[in-house]
């Protein structure tokens, strides 16, 4: 499994969406993944539905667990994790998961996103 994580402010569009994503370099995704709260954003339903991907929905208290590369105070005090992208990516892609690197931010700067690959296919 291949999981681009997503972290993004309300107000991120699907072109701020779409461009984290292209910034990670990955063109195979299986699965998306976002905190329960921004979930059903329009604009990351808008991307998911284009991409023909299913939206995994991250609790924070699972966030909090995972072992990110990048620790943002700011995040860290809002959500309990370094990076909302990473932690998202790691916890959908499951136990053994490793991130491909860092998150990636949008041009606009509104989003983040991290690729995760899990041990299972």
């Known amino acids: 499994m291949i999981v681009a994580g997503f972290g993004f402010r309300a107000t991120a569009t699907v072109e701020s969406l779409e461009n984290?994503?292209?910034a990670t370099g990955v063109r195979k995704i299986?699965?998306?993944a976002a905190p329960s709260d921004k979930a059903q954003n329009d604009a990351l339903q808008e991307l998911a539905s284009a991409l023909g991907m299913p939206v995994i929905?991250?609790?924070?208290?699972?966030m909090r667990s995972a072992q990110t590369i990048t620790d943002s105070s700011k995040?860290?005090?809002?959500?309990?994790?370094g990076?909302?992208?990473e932690a998202c990516a790691l916890v959908a892609a499951g136990d053994g998961a490793t991130l491909t690197g860092p998150r990636?931010?949008?041009q606009d700067r509104l989003a983040t996103c991290a690729i995760a690959?899990?041990?299972?296919?």
């Open 83 to 85: 990076s909302v992208a």
């Open 75 to 81: 995040v860290r005090e809002k959500r309990g994790t």
């Open 57 to 62: 929905e991250i609790a924070t208290e699972l």
């Open 104 to 106: 990636v931010v949008s």
């Open 20 to 22: 984290a994503l292209a």
């Open 30 to 32: 299986t699965a998306i």
């Open 117 to 121: 690959r899990g041990v299972h296919r």
